[in-house]
């Protein structure tokens, strides 16, 4: 059936179907709803399918019979139209050309990219693209993590991880028109809906996009991503719908923005069919395997009732029949279900019945069995068929080789082992029969550590139960390390009242070992405390910084030197708003800012209980208000009008505010001097 589906797309490269079949088979993939909102402007719901998996929408891959691997044919498929007319056509991204579709004819005709853009009709036209295409822009690097193929009817893509990679992803391109896909809050695209069939024990699949408000639509940002739940090694289809824009905001993006990013034009689409970045044991590794029906985004109700072809199929039928079985009827523990000879009548509910070679299976070959049962399921509500199998147990399991490195740092391992962490790490099974499998890669799911304290730590592999020559679990041993002292960087000379970010602050740490690493590889960047220190004191100072996190029993400090620098003069800045007083008043310094200066010119502002003002408002006139700050003074007039008070009870005193202190004024010492020249006559007359 592969052949057959690279013979079919063959055809459309030589441009030779027919127009009734053409018209019927390569239709748009875009589907718009009109709506209107508060202001009675236009808004349009677009929803899309160009990512449900079958013959008409794969034209973007081929079967390469001399590798025997599915490759990108470089074809995009895309509708033109003027808004009446619309015709096919098929763009090849490496010779740069145009096959337009003519239905009078039905056959193709092959244009040079110059030909098609100076073409009336085209050149005038919008379109929009027919499918998705295998991206080669973007995130290419981590394609060589996963193998993709298609099944032999072309309904669905299968991808499988091929190391230990957590971040194995494939992407596609959906826009490349002014008929893009528009996401965000209602009523544009919101959801998206998938169907996937999950062969692997990965419990999550990810997501990631390109747009145009989000990166510009050139490249991929992990701020994009979003993980769902799947249901591990289900066997079977599954159909999830998710509001894309609630599990993007939930997620955590520290690394270059936070919030929702599901809004915006979409350009380009990422799948992580076993999570972004699973290390908890419980994501992608080696040989994990996850088949696609359909992704198609849009709104809620439209992902809620879409149906593919193989999904509407499956629902119509109504009676399987086993013609025959798999030829391969017996397996060792750990192996997946090989389906090559199945042969299934199917009964569709108008009479019609087809021979299917490929359907939802579940197994159990964890454990020896003499007769395990293998249940064959191929539509929605008839009954499943089962046929037994042998399956052949572990006679002993040994460590082949050991991780790349055994030295692993407390915050890595502290929620167990990831699949960085066994990297290198190969076993040898020997089963009961003598077969032997060598140079096996266990998951994440097959190792755990004794500790994660600091010191030696034993690290046992149970593959599936299997046990050594001495009849316990292989083992290997481990080095845990941890941060035990952090250096900070001098800060050096800074001036007055400067504040210290702690982003900006060159901090590494010391392990156990004596390693050291920076404050991002230990992945500690998160629990760096608020430094403590204080530039408002002139000269050398210390400045003090801890990392904290309870889970990784970390709690250390470090601590670096601060020269704030002396300033060469203090100026006032900005009068107060007040300059205006009556006799006797107090100086309001709101508004007043005094600042240091320093030789380059520079200035900081003192804080208000750095400086102290001087001043005598007793009489009327323009008084000077002294400022001195570090030593250095400064000065600004002010006016005092009005009468003074002449009372003798009333003694006359100058007042301050803010952060300024007060004098006695000389009107006010001028009386306390008579009052006490009279108390010292009326005393010597008591004498008398």
């Known amino acids: 059936m592969k052949k057959l589906l690279a013979i079919v797309l063959a055809v459309i490269l030589v441009l030779s179907m027919s127009a009734t079949v053409f018209a019927q088979d390569y239709c748009n993939n875009f589907t718009s709803e009109e709506t209107r909102d508060a202001n009675d402007n236009k808004t349009y719901t677009i929803s899309y399918k160009g990512l449900d998996f079958n013959e008409k929408n794969n034209v973007w891959a081929t079967y390469d019979d001399e590798t025997g691997k599915w490759v990108s044919s470089n074809l995009q498929g895309f509708t033109f139209t003027d808004g009446d007319v619309e015709i096919y056509g098929l763009y090849n991204s490496q010779e740069d050309t145009y096959s337009m579709y003519d239905e009078e004819t039905g056959k193709f005709t092959t244009l040079s990219s110059d030909e098609f853009w100076d073409d009336d009709f085209y050149s005038s036209t919008w379109y929009y693209p027919n499918n998705a295409w295998i991206s080669g822009a973007h995130g290419s690097g981590n394609l060589p993590h996963l193998e993709w193929s298609l099944s032999a009817d072309g309904e669905y893509l299968t991808l499988t991880s091929i190391d230990t990679s957590a971040v194995p992803g494939i992407f596609f391109d959906l826009e490349d028109s002014p008929s893009s896909i528009v996401i965000g809050a209602e009523p544009k695209a919101t959801h998206i809906a998938i169907r996937v069939r999950n062969n692997s024990s990965a419990s999550k699949i990810g997501f990631g996009w390109v747009t145009n408000v989000t990166n510009g639509g050139t490249k991929f940002m992990d701020r994009t991503t979003t993980n769902a739940d799947i249901e591990p090694n289900s066997g079977e289809w599954k159909t999830y719908v998710l509001d894309m824009g609630e599990l993007n905001a939930a997620m955590a993006h520290t690394d270059n923005g936070t919030g929702n990013a599901w809004g915006g034009l979409l350009c380009t689409f990422a799948i992580f069919p076993f999570g972004y970045n699973v290390t908890d044991g419980t994501g992608s590794y080696k040989s994990a395997s996850l088949d696609i029906d359909y992704i198609v985004i849009g709104t809620e109700d439209y992902c809620k009732n879409y149906k593919s072809e193989l999904q509407a199929r499956e629902e119509s039928v ?371």
């Open 318 to 688: 109504t009676s399987i029949e086993l013609v025959s079985a798999p030829k391969k009827n017996v397996y060792y523990v750990g192996d997946t279900i090989d389906l090559t000879g199945l042969q299934i009548k199917a009964t569709y509910d108008d009479g019609t019945t087809e021979i299917i070679t490929d359907c939802t299976r579940n197994y159990d070959f964890t454990s020896e069995n003499d007769n395990a049962t293998v249940t064959l399921k191929y539509g929605t509500t008839t009954t499943p068929i089962t046929y037994n199998v042998k399956v052949i147990g572990i006679d002993h399991v040994e460590i082949a080789e050991t991780p790349t490195t055994t030295t692993f740092k407390a915050s890595e391992v502290a929620s167990g082992f990831s699949t960085s962490h066994i990297s290198g790490l190969k076993i040898n099974v020997t089963f009961k029969d003598g077969k032997i499998y060598e140079g096996i890669i266990p998951s994440v799911n097959n190792v755990t550590i004794s500790d994660t304290a600091v010191g030696e730590q034993i690290v046992t592999v149970n593959y599936y139960g299997g046990r050594n020559s001495e009849g316990a679990l292989p083992t290997f041993k481990v080095n845990v390390i941890n941060v035990e002292s952090i250096t900070v960087n001098d800060i050096g000379d800074v001036k007055y009242n400067t504040a210290i970010d702690k982003s900006k602050l060159t901090i590494k740490c010391i392990y156990t070992d004596g390693t050291e690493a920076t404050l991002s590889d230990s992945g500690l960047s998160d629990y760096v405390q608020d430094p403590v220190y204080d530039t408002t004191v002139f000269g050398e100072s210390t400045l003090s910084v801890s990392i904290v996190n309870d889970v990784y029993n970390i709690n250390v400090t470090g601590t670096s030197k601060i020269n704030v620098l002396s300033p060469s003069s203090i100026e006032v800045t900005n009068l107060p708003e007040s300059t205006v007083y009556a006799p006797e008043s107090k100086l309001d310094t709101t508004g007043l800012v005094i600042s240091f200066v320093y030789e380059d010119g520079s200035k900081v502002p003192v804080l208000a209980e750095d400086y102290t003002c001087k001043y005598d408002f007793a009489e009327p006139g323009t008084k000077t208000v002294t400022v001195e700050a570090a030593g250095f003074t400064t000065s600004f007039d002010v006016t005092v009008e009005g009468s003074i008070q002449t009372r003798a009870t009333q003694a006359t005193t100058s007042q301050s505010s803010g952060g300024c202190g007060s004098t006695i004024g000389a009107g006010a010492a001028i009386v306390i001097v008579s009052v006490m020249g009279a108390g010292v006559v009326l005393g010597k007359k008591k004498e008398n």
